[in-house]
């Protein structure tokens, strides 16, 4: 169950990242190393969520 709580807070995280970076490009002036700083971070969490999906599914 914990691994249940880890990729829900994972994939909570992973959305909040998709809102702020939507939030910085709607800006007139918006920073682009902001916002490639916040896409890095998003994908790292995306292929965290990947590997631990697929490490589940091959304990189960």
């Not at 702020?20 to 190393?33: N, S, V, Y």
């Amino acid at each position: 169950m914990a691994l249940d709580a880890h990729l829900a807070e994972l994939t909570e995280k992973h959305s909040a990242l998709k809102r702020k970076i939507e939030e910085e490009a709607a800006r007139p002036l918006a920073d682009t190393l902001k916002i490639t700083e916040l896409k890095r971070e998003k994908l790292r969490i995306k292929d965290e969520i990947a590997r631990l999906k697929s490490r589940s599914s091959h304990v189960a």
